[in-house]
């Protein structure tokens, strides 16, 4: 647990009360079929292998993930990307995992709320969100994430949640309210990357995606930390093992030990 609580730049939606579960996930490369942020700055920015060594600088402890990502963000704007245009090509490219759509209904089907807890950028989410999903389902999903400054010349950069925080946007602070309630909900959380590491040890059920090509940051630091967490290709296979646990027929250390949704 974070020791001082980073104070937030931005608001936070009202915290859902009186919840047996509670959904928080990562928005990118995790609902999405690809990390917006990577994909604009592998096709608009500095390129994907400059963009990896960060990512592992971080994993190592030679950087924070605010300031790569902040480098990384940067090096598209400085390219001459608008924020417009960038919003336009990730509508085009970006996907979501082919089972959001049923794991989401059965979640309001069952009264459970989900929240997008995200490094990314709320405009930018919104924006893709809303090309993906009904326009009453993506209205009716809270996002918890940064925010973005354009500028009077059109270029733009991140505005962080927690500026003074090496996450920028500390995504435990999301889920620790949840665990100060006195009946606190079971929490779910899903992510990828290295923008989760400081949510991993808080969730009761901590879901990893795992990635085809290779990029499964999240994984290699639960693995090294002694993280318990459940492996997922989907979120067709993460629903079968969310359904066992809400209905009662498993319960979550069960569904951990055993390591992988199928």
């Known amino acids: 647990m974070t020791e001082t609580a980073p104070k937030s730049t ?25 990390d917006s942020n990577d ?10 292998e400059k963009r990896r060594d960060g990512n592992l600088d971080i994993l190592s ?3 924070t993930f605010r300031d790569e990502f902040r480098r990384m963000l940067d090096s598209v704007s400085a390219n001459g990307h608008t924020l417009d245009e960038c919003k336009e ?24 709320p989900v929240v997008i807890v995200s490094s990314g950028m709320e405009p930018i989410i919104r924006s893709v969100l809303s090309a993906l999903v009904t326009p009453e389902e993506a209205a009716e999903i809270d996002i918890i994430s940064n925010d973005v400054d354009v500028h009077l010349d ?3 950069s991140i505005k962080y949640r927690h500026p ?11 889920i620790l309210p949840y665990r100060a309630l006195p009946e606190p909900p079971t929490l779910f959380f899903f992510g990828d990357g290295v923008s989760d590491m400081s949510a991993a040890r808080h969730a009761d059920v901590l879901f990893v995606k795992q990635k085809n090509d290779g990029e499964n940051d999240l994984a290699a630091y639960c693995k090294r930390e002694g993280i318990p967490h459940i492996l997922f290709s ?27 949704a199928e």
């Open 164 to 174: 003074t925080s090496g996450y920028g946007h500390d995504k435990s602070q999301a």
């Open 154 to 156: 059109g270029t733009w």
């Open 39 to 48: 994909y604009m700055t592998d096709n608009l920015g500095y390129g994907k």
């Open 10 to 34: 931005l608001p936070y939606p009202p915290v859902h009360y009186g919840k047996q579960f509670v959904v928080l996930s990562d928005w990118d490369g995790t609902i999405t079929n690809c």
């Open 89 to 112: 090509v990730l509508k085009q490219n970006i996907k979501l995992d082919p089972g959001f759509r049923d794991f989401y209904r059965y979640c309001k089907s069952k009264d459970i």
């Open 61 to 63: 402890g030679k950087t």
């Open 234 to 260: 989907d979120f067709g296979a993460a629903l079968n093992t969310v359904k066992a646990i809400v209905e009662g027929s498993k319960t979550a250390d069960a569904a951990l030990a055993e390591g992988r």
